[in-house]
């Protein structure tokens, strides 16, 4: 465990550095889930760790991050990802825009935001990944700048699949509930699309269009460093319900974007940002194709997005993550991650604890752990003769990272590697030997 690189819902994510076993020397970023916080949720969270565990196992798309392992100790979840080490959106955006993707025109009145050139970039590359989920039925449900992070060559890549949801899955109605309680949590009401609130409200349908919705106010987002839709926390009147609030928000309708905007940028922003879910572009059938043929995409091959030199190059070395917000810098990881006996004092046994139950299947290894190369960004760093590129980085020297070496052979079913005992895994912490135990097989 190195350092913290970032806090959601139900934990923290750490940058982490395997030290033996498969993957030795390479670094990961692992999002590490206190099951007693899991516990102490009065809705099902642990459902919404599953999702996210079971979705990522079948996806396999360079601008989706890549799962690489789950492992779990008494105390906590874990799942261990590649390393984006180039920072989320989120901070590009609003906290330190690098000059080669800031918007001059903004910049010179002492504004934030993304000049068009980066907004089609990163846009192109998370509708690449959209596209790519949709077609296998799955909805991501949390699309937000704080959920698109940059690996060290630039490349966007969606995080965060606690909210997704595979829609092949019968229906299952206690974990749309959960999600519809959770909503607060893993999303944000500025971002959910109307018809999701009002699914949130009063149990209505609502499909993949919703996605569509949430980069429409990305784009905004990326462009202006500004929301469509904000409420000030004073101005809420907190008796009201989600649907309540959504109808206090001013409306697109009321926002003149032609004026914020080049032209085709306002053209996609504003087809996104359509009220009625059939009408809003992607929602119809191959809608990602119609999403992506607007003019503002017309420079973007799609099919070869993954070549295209990013717009930012992070300057990263080996298993730093320089990019990220100055609270987490200081957050000690000692201290973030919690190693107890569990269950606590007064549950007698491991059998009797619903949570030591839960988690029942839930460890993963990805076929490409086998593949990983420690010292591809600093092969790729030499080529590139670019400074500060150190090892790290558990993407491969090619430039589809989860093409990586292993060809079409590989299966992503889970290889059962469960640590023999909890007992065997205490005093991992520091050491890694957790993954070890984890991932020998
Ligand atoms: N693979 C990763 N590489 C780098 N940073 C990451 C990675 N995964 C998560 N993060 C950082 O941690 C934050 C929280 O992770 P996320 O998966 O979004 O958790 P949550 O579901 O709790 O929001 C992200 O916003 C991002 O900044
Ligand atoms: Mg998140």
Redesign the pocket.
């Known amino acids: 465990m190195e350092h913290v690189?970032?806090?959601?819902?139900?934990?923290?994510?750490v940058?982490a550095y395997k030290k033996e076993g498969l993957a030795a020397g390479t670094y990961?970023?692992v999002?590490v889930?206190d099951k007693r916080v899991l516990a102490d949720k009065s809705y099902k969270a642990s459902n919404?760790l599953w999702a996210?565990r079971n979705v990522l196992a079948q996806l396999d798309h360079p601008s989706v991050?890549?799962m690489l392992a789950t492992f779990q100790t008494q105390s906590n979840i874990f799942?261990a990802?590649?390393?984006?080490?180039?920072?989320?959106l989120?901070?590009h955006v609003h906290r330190r825009t690098a000059p080669e993707i800031a918007n001059s025109d903004r910049l010179a009145v002492g504004l934030h935001g993304l000049s068009d050139e980066a907004v089609r970039f990163y846009g192109a590359e998370v509708v690449a990944g959209l596209s790519y989920m949709h077609q296998r039925g799955i909805m991501h449900r949390?699309i937000k700048t704080?959920?698109i992070?940059l690996?060290w060559q630039g490349h966007a890549?969606i995080?965060?699949?606690?909210?997704s949801k595979d829609l092949r899955d019968n229906i299952d109605a206690s974990h749309e509930r959960d999600f519809r309680r959770a909503h607060t949590?893993?999303g944000t009401l500025e971002q959910l699309s109307p018809e999701l609130l009002s699914a949130v409200a009063r149990g209505a349908a609502y499909g993949k269009s919703s996605d569509w919705w949430a980069l429409g106010i990305m784009l905004f987002e990326m462009s202006t460093a500004t929301m469509p839709f904000t409420l000030d926390r004073s101005e809420r009147d907190p008796g009201a319900n989600e649907h309540q609030l959504r109808e206090q928000l001013p409306l697109s309708k009321s926002q003149d974007v032609s004026s914020l905007f080049s032209s085709d940028l306002a053209e996609l922003i504003s087809a996104l940002l359509v009220e009625d879910q059939t009408k809003r572009a992607g929602s119809q059938r191959r809608g990602s194709e119609r999403v992506k043929s607007y003019a503002f995409f017309a420079p973007i091959n799609f099919d070869r997005l993954q070549s295209r030199v990013p717009p930012f190059v992070p300057v990263v070395t080996a298993g730093q993550?320089p990019y990220?917000g100055k609270k987490?810098k200081a957050m000690d990881v000692n201290e973030c991650v919690h190693e107890q006996k569990y269950p606590p004092k007064g549950r007698k046994s491991k059998a009797t604890d619903p949570l030591s139950k839960i988690f029942d299947g839930f460890d993963f290894v990805n076929p490409d752990m086998e593949f990983l190369d420690p010292n591809a960004m600093e092969i790729a760093g030499d080529a590139n003769a670019r400074t500060g590129v150190g090892g790290g980085g558990a993407t491969t020297a090619t430039t589809s990272s989860s093409s990586a070496a292993g060809g079409g052979s590989k299966t992503r079913s889970g290889l059962g590697s469960s640590p023999d005992t909890v007992d065997q895994v205490e005093g991992w912490f520091g050491t890694w030997d957790i993954m070890k135990v984890a991932c020998a097989n």
């Open positions: 690189i970032g806090q959601g819902s139900f934990g923290i994510v940058s990961f970023a999002k889930t919404l996210e991050g890549r799942m990802f590649d390393l984006y080490s180039g920072g989320s989120f901070y949390d704080e959920n992070v690996d890549k995080i965060d699949f606690g909210c949590l893993c993550c990220v987490y």
